[in-house]
Nanobody, 127 residues
Framework: QLQLVESGGGLVQPGGSLRLSCAFS????????IGWFRQAPGKGREGVSC????????DYADSVKGRFTISRDNAKNTVYLQMNSLKPEDTAAYYC????????????????????WGQGTQVTVSS
């Protein structure tokens, strides 16, 4: 059974950094695209970063380009989201998601494309 568990959220001051982790089981990254999403109160779920199955393609939302980095460790079955220069507007619940339905070189920021979701981890950026 495919499972994802996020961790690493917390309270951080503006300009600070956090690294989110998404531990997964039940699938191989060679055949699965991964996305990081976030949802602030009263707003829809927003795609933040993703990589395609096999990792050949990565993408970032304009709002996080240059500040966030997605990475993976196959040996640890973990995907990471390194978040630097955090801003108050980055405050949200962050989710990782997985899908096996996208073509090999594609990833997506559409939540509808992802069938499997973690429970989320809260990130709060505030002084």
């Amino acid at each position: 059974q495919l499972q994802l568990v996020e961790s690493g959220g917390g309270l951080v001051q503006p300009g600070g950094s956090l690294r989110l982790s998404c531990a997964f089981s039940g699938f191989s990254l060679d055949y699965t695209a991964i996305g990081w999403f976030r949802q602030a109160p009263g707003k829809g779920r927003e795609g933040v970063s993703c990589f395609s199955s096999g990792g050949s393609t990565t993408d970032y939302a304009d709002s996080v380009k240059g500040r966030f980095t997605i990475s993976r460790d196959n040996a640890k079955n973990t995907v990471y989201l390194q978040m630097n220069s955090l801003k108050p507007e980055d405050t949200a619940a962050y989710y990782c998601a997985a899908t096996t339905s996208l073509a090999h070189y594609f990833c997506s920021f559409s939540p509808k494309e992802y069938a499997y979701w973690g429970q989320g981890t809260q990130v709060t950026v505030s002084s």
